[in-house]
């Protein structure tokens, strides 16, 4: 099946502690994006990636980073500084930019 | 059912009716939109798209209007069912330097049986 697989559902971390969240998907989509959401609210975009080995901070990438080093990954690190980090994250990718966007099911990250 | 101004957090309508989901969107410059549908606990799903260039789109049961003299976005659902139920966002494109998709905050859709 053709989709994108976010991993793990849920994640639980010690304050202080960076975590990686992965995102793999096979649609062969140049585009990923990453966005947080929280209880109420709509997604706010953290990092988006257009092409390999290329991405741009969205509108709340403080505490946050991303690496895109194959097409098909485009793993998120939460760092420790990072101050209010639990949150719904979701994962998307698309064909290109200004194309429809996909989304996996979400890893909901929990600061214990 | 309707949803009207610039953000109504909940619609609840009578199963079977017609449902209507209002968005305004902020960019003058935005040339594409898309309506999400969001589940509990679940990532968003795509319902339907409109280009700039398009007032009106048709898919099944579901009709996307675009008013851009207005900035005002619409979302309506035909016969509205259970499985409705659920978070709706629609979303633009922002075109700047490059695309980024932006979201409104979104709207609980209730279905009352």
């Known amino acids: 099946d053709g989709g994108i697989t976010q991993s793990p559902k849920y994640l639980f971390r010690k304050e202080g502690q960076n975590v990686t969240l992965s995102c793999e998907q096979n649609?062969?989509?140049?585009?990923m994006y990453w966005y947080r959401q929280d209880p109420g609210q709509g997604l706010r975009l953290i990092y988006y990636s257009q092409i390999v080995n290329d991405f741009q901070k969205g509108d709340i990438a403080e505490g946050y980073s991303v690496s895109r080093e194959k097409k098909e990954s485009f793993p998120l690190t939460v760092t420790s500084a990072q101050k209010n980090p639990t949150a719904f994250y979701l994962c998307a990718s698309s064909k290109q930019l200004n194309t429809e966007a996909f989304f996996g099911q979400g890893t909901r990250l929990t600061v214990v | 059912g309707e949803s009207v101004g610039l953000h109504l957090p909940t619609l609840s309508v009578q199963e079977g009716d017609n449902s209507i989901i209002n968005c305004a969107y902020s960019?003058?410059?935005?040339?594409?939109f898309i309506w999400y549908k969001q589940e509990s606990g679940k990532g968003p799903q795509f319902i339907i798209d409109i280009r700039s260039n398009m007032d009106k789109r048709q898919g099944q049961r579901v009709t996307v209007l675009l008013n851009k003299t207005v900035k005002h976005l619409s979302l309506q659902i035909a016969a509205t069912q259970p499985g409705d139920s659920a978070v709706y966002f629609c979303a633009e494109n922002l075109r700047g330097n490059d695309y980024k998709l932006s979201f409104g905050a979104g709207t609980t859709v209730t279905v009352r049986a």
């Open positions: 960019n003058s410059a935005s040339d594409y």
């Open positions: 649609l062969n989509h140049d585009a």
